[in-house]
C-alpha cells in the first residue's frame, strides 16, 4: 500500500463528497414526487422526515458525516487493492475500481432493497444508475490524485 500524502487524501476526500454530493442532489430533484408522496412517508427514516416537508438540517449533517467515512474508506481499500486493479493509468484504474465496488456493493445492495423495503422500482433504478455514475467518477478521480 504505497505512501499517500495527507493533503492528496483530503482533496480526494473533499472532492469525492462534492461529486457524490452534486449528483445526489440532481438525482433527488428529478426523483422528488417518490419523496413528497404523502402515501409513501412511512418508508423514509425519522431523520431524514421526522414530519411533512423537507429534511431537517440535521440530516444534513449526518448525511455529510456518513458520506465523509464512506469515501475514505472507499479511498483506503483503493489503496490496498490498487496494484491488483486492472488498468494503465490512474483514471483507468480509478474508474475499473469504481465499476468494481458497485458491481460488488451497489448493485447487490439497491436491488435487495426491492426485496426488503416497498420502494418504487423507478427510484431504485434511477439510485442505481446514479450510484453508478458516482462510483466511476470518484473512482477515477481518488486513483488520479493518488497515484
Given at each position: 500500500?504505497?505512501k499517500m500524502s495527507?493533503?492528496?487524501?483530503?482533496?480526494?476526500?473533499?472532492?469525492?463528497?462534492?461529486?457524490?454530493?452534486?449528483?445526489?442532489?440532481?438525482?433527488?430533484?428529478?426523483?422528488?414526487?417518490?419523496?413528497?408522496?404523502?402515501?409513501?412517508?412511512?418508508?423514509?427514516?425519522?431523520?431524514?422526515?421526522p414530519n411533512a416537508?423537507?429534511?431537517?438540517?440535521?440530516?444534513?449533517?449526518?448525511?455529510?458525516?456518513?458520506?465523509?467515512?464512506?469515501?475514505?474508506?472507499?479511498?483506503?481499500?483503493?489503496?490496498?487493492?490498487?496494484?491488483?486493479?486492472?488498468?494503465?493509468?490512474?483514471?483507468?484504474?480509478?474508474?475499473?475500481?469504481?465499476?468494481?465496488?458497485?458491481?460488488?456493493?451497489?448493485?447487490?445492495?439497491?436491488?435487495?432493497?426491492?426485496?426488503?423495503?416497498?420502494?418504487?422500482?423507478?427510484?431504485?433504478?434511477?439510485?442505481?444508475?446514479?450510484?453508478?455514475?458516482?462510483?466511476?467518477?470518484?473512482?477515477?478521480?481518488?486513483?488520479?490524485?493518488?497515484?
Amino acid at each position: 500500500m504505497g505512501k499517500m500524502s495527507w493533503w492528496k487524501i483530503v482533496l480526494s476526500l473533499v472532492l469525492l463528497v462534492i461529486v457524490a454530493q452534486v449528483i445526489h442532489t440532481g438525482e433527488a430533484m428529478l426523483t422528488m414526487k417518490y419523496y413528497i408522496d404523502p402515501a409513501r412517508a412511512a418508508i423514509w427514516s425519522k431523520i431524514m422526515c421526522p414530519n411533512a416537508g423537507p429534511p431537517p438540517t440535521s440530516f444534513y449533517y449526518y448525511s455529510l458525516a456518513l458520506s465523509l467515512v464512506s469515501w475514505f474508506l472507499f479511498m483506503l481499500v483503493y489503496a490496498i487493492v490498487r496494484p491488483s486493479v486492472p488498468g494503465v493509468n490512474g483514471w483507468q484504474k480509478g474508474a475499473m475500481y469504481g465499476l468494481l465496488i458497485w458491481l460488488v456493493a451497489g448493485l447487490p445492495g439497491m436491488l435487495s432493497m426491492l426485496l426488503l423495503v416497498n420502494l418504487p422500482w423507478k427510484l431504485v433504478a434511477v439510485w442505481i444508475a446514479s450510484m453508478l455514475i458516482i462510483d466511476l467518477v470518484n473512482g477515477a478521480i481518488n486513483a488520479a490524485i493518488n497515484k
